[in-house]
């Protein structure tokens, strides 16, 4: 049998075709993070919790935030019921705040014993939402961000006094962003803080973070090398204790870009699915690439960019830079709106591209 | 002749005749005064110069009698007969013989030395009767033209075709071996006309030069819908509440399968779509998942019908005689199966001449040969392959610029051996088969991956070969006995980058044997013992949790994870003995009551199950025209052996069951045509489950049988087997609901099967116009598969994804699937060979069939993956 195909069984994946918003960029009003100050907590202690909340170029809407709680989940196995779909009965949420930041007292309803039994593995974990909506387009979001829970202070116990203030997790604090063009021969040139950025044009954002903002802190785990998973369940419990052990670990600053327009490379380096035991950064100090070109695009320049660069530290803190900078045409030569963006030379062994 | 022909002088002996000279003058003389009597002695005797024989007397022809007369003949001077005197004769019409021819007989006179005398002689004439007599055979006329009449394409020889030299009259009928002799054809221009009923007469023209002889083949096209192909059969004493059929001519010619004969099975009744190009590792037949149904070839079970779970068929379509395909409600002969059974019935190799084909693709190449061993007619043997090359294409595809950075290779390839015997009843049959098939996910360029500190690759491998010796045979009249023995090997294994890989392997052998005996004419006893083994043997290495460590969201979680190898060994085996009779009664109801016995031992551990069965058939005035049916049983199945295992599963699973029952009628006007209507229920028990309580490092194990299930349905079949009429094909419909009893986090209830289908209409139907000329058509329209909405989403900042807010579990669904294929087919011969020109189309509307949805990071909107897009396949066949 001599059978031509016209069209190879390979190409079926090509009736793939979707258009679906990019998560990286801002078409409407979004909550995209939430600063806790302080993000670890003991009870009775007073959190302020700031929101990021982003706004499209030309938005001429009005916000309005309520901060709402959830009534404790009957399913509170891994803290405040982290369930797949959390408070999905909403009628057992309740208004906490209305403002536009919220200034929240842990509470001592808090199930106590969870709280204690999670202090030594991460914290306890109470989770605050903020839904905003505007108020004219009816756009709406809902975030929801967790507060470490440490139990309540103990005047009998110093000693535990000092190593919480010791060892709880602060917000990074990062440093002013830095803007550079990056050419051809990956040269960088410094941007004016209030130069106009141009279009065809790379540019690098830099956030030269401080390594005394990574904090070292310590983690405790049960061993289970050289078990079998099914023998995991036969262990006694003077053999899990035997097991446990407490690890020293720094935090790992990841960051992440929004944009209101335009593309952008490489921002972080892959994770490793295993044996990712490399003490040092992956991904230090934090850079993004951006661009936006013009060639085939149908929609106009826009007057302005808003570039939200947000850094997370793993255990709950963050901190962010909002960047609005005035955008024209410029005179370089023009390029295709949906080619892929150069990353940054430290992450180039990685193909380039935008990575929603 | 009459006369003995002897000359006189041999006759009349000297001594007699003298001896007859010296005693007869003086009665001579006084009969005849007148003769002078001869002076002196005679120095010449009479010779005879002229006279003829006389002829054997009619009046006794049919006697036997032989005989003579002993004549006195009185000759002149002049040697002239005077008077002829019989002495002694046998019978008196001896004697009118003689007398009729005699006196006209002239000869030499005698003399003695004076001159010529009358003389007297002794004259004796024998009679002889004559031998029957024989026509003198007519010259045959010489053999101008011969040759054979064969079928084009398959050379299969044509008994009884006539072959005519059109206006010569001149006419001859092939004989059983096909050959086939004009005689007598004039020289010149002969018009040669063959024809043959259910094939196209054939002309061609043969110019004779005078002495000349020509032999050839001539070779006859079979009409589209040929009368002689047609198999017309009754009723067959099923055992199954519902079995359907599927022959050769049918399988190869539905469109939308690319010729893949098995992928029909999914155009039947009772049998969901699955997405894409469907297979996926087995068929979903009334609500249960694949792996529940049971996949046989030849009587021997086969862990997988298609390459890489949905690719083509593991078995040359060539060699795929039959396929059987039981929805559900089946006899005590089929166990291990809680849905629907699939039986692949391989043809046999044929033993009448040597034929093949090679078929080459974009995608593989394979070949088939087969004939007679040694030349005996009851021995013959089969042999195809196939391998695929995607693997070599692909990336001479990818290497251009701009090029996927990783690509999917697939490599398969497949083989089948046979040896059939056949001798009156007796069959009998060894047979090699077997695949394998790789799967990889290479990076375009991997060096550059592994710089990234990405995996090299990603592959899986698996396959099976098999040895199965098999035979049937009838022990006496009321006794037929069927076994086979198989030896096999199936293996699985994969890779993830240079951490993780599985390799499992499982050793098998087989043993299966059925007896039927006939009690009586109404009453049969039908019996039979399976019996398998299994030893597998795995060895892995897997990431795990290396350690219990509760992580922030968002944290640095890699680092917990570790790798564990493992080495398992398990051994299992299964005997299963079933017994069923077959009573016929009132001429009109036929009752199966059977039941089966099948015992498990899995790692130690035991399982027993007793299946009743019963089906009973009535049918219905007109005889043989409509059939009521129904059945109930049982039906039980082990666990995977991956939901066994020590280190992944809980080897402590019970057997997962169902209990069927089924309600059906069928009308057949005619042999051609039937409707068929069957209802179903099923319920389904200790369905294997994910345990909702474990817990990594936990007591709890991670499977548990705590699934239910049910199904229940309605389907419809109108179907119109190939025939001499010209249209053929079927209507399948479906009415259906499968539910699972959900356990899950939220409060239980009856939710949807993943695949359930509401409606599932195909529609096969062929039209063969003539002159090798055929077109079909499939028609597929579904009810979409349940999907769950979404209600909205929350962002999670420290995850930094939105975590769906879903509904109700499955209560919406994906839009209805409408699919039509089309084939065009034109096929002719030339001589032994034989050539299908076709055109194959998917989805000929170019449809977008969604298979499931992508939804947009927040939920707020989402977009459908269509499944086949227009697909055209164009394509040649050729075979001898």
Redesign the interface.
Known sequence: ??????????V?T????????S?RQIYRP?????RMDPPEARIGDQVRVTPLVALPIGFSGVIDSTWLDCEQSE?TS?GDGE????C?DRSKEFILSTADELVYTVPDTLPKDQVEQ?SF???F?KRL?LEIKDRIGGDQ??????L?VQPAANPLDPQADARFEMMRNRNPNLPPLEVFTLDDQDALTPVAQDAALQANTDYLFRLDIDKAQRQDFQ???????GI???A??DLTQEEIEQ?I?VEN?RE?L?L?LYRTDGRYGRDQ?????????EEDPEYYPAEVTWALNTEGRTEAVPPKVRLWFII?D???G?DWVVVERTFEKGVAAERNFEAGIKSPPDLR???DGEQ? | MAFGANPPTETVSLPLLFLLLALSPDDQSEQRASAAPPKGGLIQLPELINGGTPDYPEALIGSGKNGKCILLVDIDDAGLVQEINVQKCDDPAFAEAAFAVMPHYTFIPGATATGTVPVRITWQADFQHPVEAKPEPEKPKPVRISGKVREGGTGVVLAAADVTCVGQDVYARADERGRFELRGVADGDCVLQASAPGYFARKKTIKLKPNEAVELTLYLSPKASNAMRTVVRGRKEETHMTRRILEAEELGRVPGT??DPIRAIERLPGVARTP??GGGGGLVVRGAEPQDSGYYLDGVPIPALFHLGGGPSVIHPDFVGQLDFLPGGFGAHYGRSIAGIVEVRSRASRGDRFSG???????DS?FRLEGPVAGRKDLSFGLSGRRSY?DVL?PLVTSVAGGP?AS?QPIYWDYQARLDYKKGTTRAGLRFYGFDDVLVLAASDDD?AA?????PGLGIHGGVHRMVLDGRMKLDKKTELKGSLMLGHQFTGGEF?E??YWNAGINELGIRSDLTYKLSKEHHFITGIDIGFQDLGLETQL??????????????F???????K?DENDRGSGYGVHATVRSKLFDRLTLLPGVRLDAYVWDGQDRLSVEPRLQARLMLAPKDRHLLKISGGKYSKLPEPAELS??FGNPELELKGTWQYGLGYEYRPDPFFHVDLTAFYKKMFNLVEQNPDFV?????PGLINNGDGRAYGLEVMLRHRPSPRPVYGWIAYTLSRSERYDRG?RDPEWTLFSLDQTHILSSVVGYKWGKGWSLGTTVRWVTGNPTTPRL???????S?FY?P??GDRRTDRLPDYFQMDLRLEKKSSAKRNSFIWFVDVLNLTNR?NIEFY?????QR?????????F????????SW
Request: hydrophobic residues 40%.
């Open positions: 049998m001599v059978k031509w195909l016209s069209v190879s069984l390979l079926l090509s009736c793939t075709t979707y258009e679906l918003e998560e979004r909550v995209l993070a939430m399913n891994d369930t797949r779909d959390w999905r999670f593995v991460a914290g974990w939402t979001d809902r975030a929801f961000k967790r470490v983690s405790f785990r049960i061993d289970f090398t079998d998973p099914s995991v369940q097991r052990r670990r790992l990841r992440r380096k892959p994770v490793r699915t295993f044996a990712s035991t997370i793993g255990r709950g963050m062994e990685t193909p929603d | 690319f010729g894409f190009l084909k090679i078929d080459v693709d974009l995608l394979g995607i692909l950075d999917i550059a710089r990234a500190g990405e995996p980058g951490d993780i990431p795990t949790v290396a350690g219990f460590e509760r992580v922030f969201p968002g944290g640095a890699t680092e917990d994870l570790g790798v564990l493992l020590d280190s990594s490092g936990g007591s709890a986090d909205g989403a929350r962002f999670d900042i420290d930094r975590r807010l879903r977008q992508i939804y947009q990071y927040d909107a989402y977009s459908g993956i269509a499944g086949v897009p697909f055209p396949s164009f394509g040649i066949e050729w």
